[in-house]
């Protein structure tokens, strides 16, 4: 597009913004680009007023849409008709509201887990609406989907150009850690922290035998950024490392154990649920499009997220 680009960033101040934010930071900003992220202080999206206040501000040419209600299995277990209203209601403002702020491009973030629980692997693109999403966490996953029905009829009316991505599971600097609430990994840093503070044995929920792939955050970023800048369809793209990369809970916790220098005992609770046996995705589009991209090695991400956590251990939301 011609003349500057104002990239608003919704949800700029959790875990995959602060990523953006980063890298943004660190050279991929170009001549010409502005980027304002926006933290649930700067409005509350769920208003279809604060969000035409806050675009009627910024008048943003370009949106990342981050901001959503997100939790961990447990959370979701809990709390279904919120994550389905709360999501909806965001999604539908952001989208509208971009759309008649004549916005050129969003790019918004679905979740592997919006996918059908019974399904082929290794999961793509095609497959988002093939069948009903797990029962732990129908209300988000349906909500998420509903993005992708609104960018398909936004193109078919208007000729939008609004896409979306799908990360699997993503972790890094800036995550929630809470233990309760929070996703795998972060929680397990959390408790790996305690448990080696107090010099108790570490208790992992599950089996630890559940495969998932995990993507670094600055990598994430990284993808992004190309997404906004690069990437031409309303059809979803997957991002993420290989099918080949899969790993287990188990060997996710050995990365964290050893990330924190963690030497206790380590304990499954079995009595405790696994969620989704697998839910192993394709990256083949992705690679199709960047064939040389590089993602960061897992343990040397982990230990850049355990790292992180213990220097920033006061202000980490938990």
Not at 91 to 96: E, F, G, I, R, T
Not at 105 to 125: N, Q, R
Not at 165 to 176: A, E, K, L, Q, R
Request: aromatic share 12%; glycine share 8%; proline share 4%.
């Amino acid at each position: 597009m011609d003349g500057p680009m104002r990239v608003l960033v919704t949800g700029g101040s959790g875990l995959v913004g602060r990523a953006i934010e980063q890298v943004v930071k660190e050279g991929e900003r170009r001549e010409g680009e502005e980027w304002i992220f926006l933290s649930s202080k700067d409005a509350n999206l769920m208003s279809a007023e604060e969000t035409r206040s806050v675009f009627q501000k910024h008048r943003p040419t370009h949106v990342i849409h981050l901001a959503a209600m997100v939790g961990g299995l447990y959370k979701n277990m809990r709390q279904n008709l919120d994550f389905w209203r709360n999501n909806v209601f965001v999604n539908d403002n952001v989208l509208q509201t971009a759309h008649e702020f004549g916005v050129v491009k969003v790019v918004s973030c679905l979740s592997t887990c919006i996918f059908p629980d019974k399904t082929a692997y290794p999961i793509d693109e095609t497959m988002i609406h093939n069948g009903p999403p797990h029962e732990s966490n129908f209300g988000y996953a349906y909500a998420k989907r509903m993005i992708d029905v609104h960018n398909r009829s936004c193109f078919e009316k208007y000729g939008r150009r609004y896409t979306a991505v799908i990360p699997t599971n993503v972790f890094g600097p800036h995550d929630n850690f809470n233990i309760e609430d929070g996703h795998v990994l972060p929680g397990l840093i959390h408790k790996t922290y305690m448990a080696k503070k107090e010099g108790k044995a570490l208790q992992v929920w599950g089996s630890g035998r559940p495969l998932r792939q995990f993507i670094y955050s600055l990598d994430l970023a990284r993808l992004f950024l190309w997404v906004l800048r690069d990437y031409d369809e309303v059809e979803p793209i997957i991002l993420s490392v290989g099918e080949e990369d899969e790993l287990s809970i188990k060997d996710a916790a050995n990365a964290v154990v050893e990330g924190m220098g963690f030497k206790g005992d380590v304990i499954y609770d079995t009595s405790k649920a696994d969620g989704q046996f697998k839910k192993t995705a394709s990256n083949a589009k992705l690679r199709k499009y960047l064939p040389d991209f590089k993602f960061t090695p897992f343990k040397a991400a982990m230990k850049e997220t355990c790292d992180w956590f213990v220097a920033n251990y006061d202000i980490a939301r938990k």
